[in-house]
């Protein structure tokens, strides 16, 4: 799963629940250590994508820049 965490016009990210613009940023993380691997090579910028809510597509998605993919030292 990856989760986003909008950002409002400073660039910070907003509280859960908060309402949200319908145009705008958001960092994503990948929530589950164990799917880094299967994410992570098809994440480059310009790849373009969905945000789900179960079966349903609620927004479109582009990345624009990619933070980090590393998986944490065990």
């Known amino acids: 799963m990856i ?7 400073s660039g910070k990210e907003i509280a859960q629940g908060s309402d949200i613009q ?3 940023e958001a960092n ?7 799917m880094i691997p299967q994410h992570a090579p098809k994440l ?7 945000l789900m ?9 582009t990345v624009i820049e990619v933070l980090s993919l590393a998986q944490p030292k065990t």
């Not at 994503?28 to 164990?34: D, P, S």
């Not at 480059?44 to 969905?50: A, I, K, L, M, N």
């Not at 809510?53 to 998605?61: H, N, Q, T």
Request: avoid cysteine; glycine fraction near 16%; hydrophobic fraction near 45%.
């Open 44 to 50: 480059s910028v310009g790849v373009r994508g969905f």
């Open 22 to 24: 319908a145009e705008g």
């Open 3 to 9: 989760w986003p965490r909008f950002l409002n016009e």
């Open 28 to 34: 994503m993380y990948i929530v589950m250590e164990e």
């Open 53 to 61: 809510e179960g079966g349903w597509r609620v927004a479109e998605a």
